[in-house]
């Protein structure tokens, strides 16, 4: 059995038991070769949000597996269709969006859903630049939850559709911490079920993110966009239906 632990910055994680990643067995030829760059997003403002908890939580995981990570401050977001694409905080969001290379979906389950918080701020996620290419399209995605209550999946659930739809590649494991504000110690989630099975999300995000990326391009062409240009697929879309 594993026993030394990564101090300080990792108290929980057995080190041990998460080598680093073989990225040469993963990676493309062409892979541009800089750390992945993965985006967490969080579904709750409150002061003691357990859905940024578990997204700080993974972070951490994920920069000790050797990724750079950015996460955006959802404070301040105004409801889509409330405010012009130009708003700061908008720009924010879509320029974070733009400069990840794999995303983590991290939200709370309120009656039975995401937040309107977490669905905010993929909705104002653009479904396309120009015509119907979508700018998400290729990029690895990860899903979690906390609940207040007993395990559910309905949030989680929620979200891989709503990775599916953006065209994202949403990888097979996921995490739900049940009874959160139980299981959070001093903000931090302790070594146990919950805390290994983030570890496993991240772990294989990462692995994920490094096969994917360099070869994006290629998995995501498609014969329906190939026998259309850009510019046609803008301008039948674009039409008004009769």
Not at 151 to 172: D, E, H, K, Y
């Amino acid at each position: 059995m594993w026993r030394t632990k990564v101090a300080e910055d990792l108290p929980a994680l057995v080190i041990e038991a998460l080598p680093h990643i073989d990225v040469d067995a993963l990676k493309a030829p062409d892979d541009p070769g800089h750390p992945p760059r993965i985006l967490l997003l969080y579904g709750s403002l409150r002061e003691a949000s357990y859905s940024r908890r578990a997204a700080e939580e993974s972070a951490r995981i994920l920069r000790h597996l050797g990724c750079e990570t950015r996460m955006f401050d959802p404070s301040g977001l105004p409801l889509v269709d409330d405010a012009d694409p130009d708003h700061p905080k908008v720009v924010e969001l879509r320029e974070l969006a733009t400069w990840s290379e794999g995303m983590v979906w991290s939200s709370p389950e309120r009656h039975g859903a995401m937040t309107g918080l977490m669905k905010t701020q993929i909705d104002w996620l653009p479904l396309s630049l120009t015509g119907g290419i979508r700018p998400t399209q290729g990029k690895t995605l990860a899903v979690m939850q906390v609940s207040g209550g007993s395990q559910s999946f309905n949030a989680v659930n929620q979200m891989r559709i709503l990775g599916r739809w953006m065209r994202m590649v949403t990888i097979p494991n996921q995490s739900s911490i049940a009874k959160a504000w139980l299981e959070f110690q001093d903000g931090r989630l302790p070594e146990g079920p919950f805390y290994r099975r983030v570890v496993d999300v991240m772990e294989e995000l990462v692995k994920f993110t490094w096969m994917v990326r360099g070869r994006k391009d290629y998995l995501v062409d498609r014969y329906s966009e190939r026998v259309e240009s850009v510019d046609e697929v803008h301008k039948r879309v674009s039409l008004k239906k009769v």
